[in-house]
């Protein structure tokens, strides 16, 4: 299996701008999160979904964040519009999930963002 | 309600010495305990998993940890350090009542290796 996949890896925009991140998560896993990760905040989960259904997105920091996941293949976290602030590196794991009893994430290499 | 302390923010170790990461962990119901590795500007790498079998739990790269419930902890360890151990790890608790969606990641330990 080739792992989760993130693109791009790297992404550098202006303020202001929309800015998509993609996540394909590891074939048959029902769960998949992303993460933002920051030298100030450390890893923070942003939003989980289950079974493409998002179950938890407390932790979106504000109405800019969006995320979807329309398949069991594939996920999307846009920011509109984007600023400086949320510059970080953008993680997207996945799990088989609930049920199975196995619970560990696999993390794809990330997403390094910056905004100027 | 869960939650991960990591003991040591930052642990040095010489070459060939054992490595130790302490991590206590807090939770309701029967944990899952994970360590993940993070090597610079790489995405989080799966050591090894607690998920309620035996106690004492063998992972990658030679690294190992102990289930102690009557001590909430679950120590990192490794005999002898190398240098490319050299990472930031990360102890991790998911509460299994939740299906593993409840995931709470330690703030993580640094690991210098000096040659």
């Known amino acids: 299996d080739a792992g989760v996949i993130q693109s791009p890896r790297h992404e550098v925009t202006e303020m202001g701008q929309e800015v998509t991140l993609r996540c394909k998560p590891i074939?048959?896993?029902?769960?998949l999160f992303w993460y933002r990760q920051t030298m100030m905040r450390g890893l923070e989960l942003l939003i989980y979904?289950?079974?493409?259904?998002?179950?938890?997105d407390s932790g979106m920091p504000e109405d800019r964040f969006s995320a979807k996941m329309p398949n069991a293949s594939f996920s999307t976290l846009k920011i509109q519009p984007s600023e400086p602030r949320d510059s970080a590196v953008y993680f997207c794991?996945?799990?088989?999930?609930?049920?199975?009893?196995?619970?560990?994430?696999?993390f794809g290499p990330g997403t390094r963002l910056t905004v100027t | 309600a869960q939650s991960v302390t990591q003991l040591d923010s930052h642990v040095s170790v010489s070459e060939g010495t054992p490595v130790l990461l302490r991590c206590n962990y807090s939770?309701?119901?029967?944990?899952?305990l994970f360590w993940y590795v993070q090597h610079p500007n790489k995405g989080l790498q799966l050591l090894l998993k607690?998920?309620?079998?035996?106690?004492l739990v063998k992972g990658i790269n030679g690294f190992e940890a102990e289930f102690k419930k009557s001590e909430t902890s679950f120590h990192l360890t490794k005999p002898s350090a190398h240098m490319s151990d050299a990472a930031e790890y990360f102890c991790?608790?998911?509460?299994?009542?939740?299906?593993?969606?409840?995931?709470?990641f330690g703030a993580g330990t640094r690991l210098f290796v000096k040659a």
């Open positions: 607690y998920t309620s079998a035996a106690t």
């Open positions: 794991a996945s799990s088989l999930g609930s049920g199975t009893g196995r619970y560990e994430q696999y």
């Open positions: 991790v608790v998911s509460d299994s009542r939740t299906g593993g969606f409840k995931t709470i």
């Open positions: 074939s048959g896993h029902n769960s």
């Open positions: 979904f289950n079974n493409n259904v998002p179950i938890d």
């Open positions: 939770s309701s119901y029967s944990p899952s």
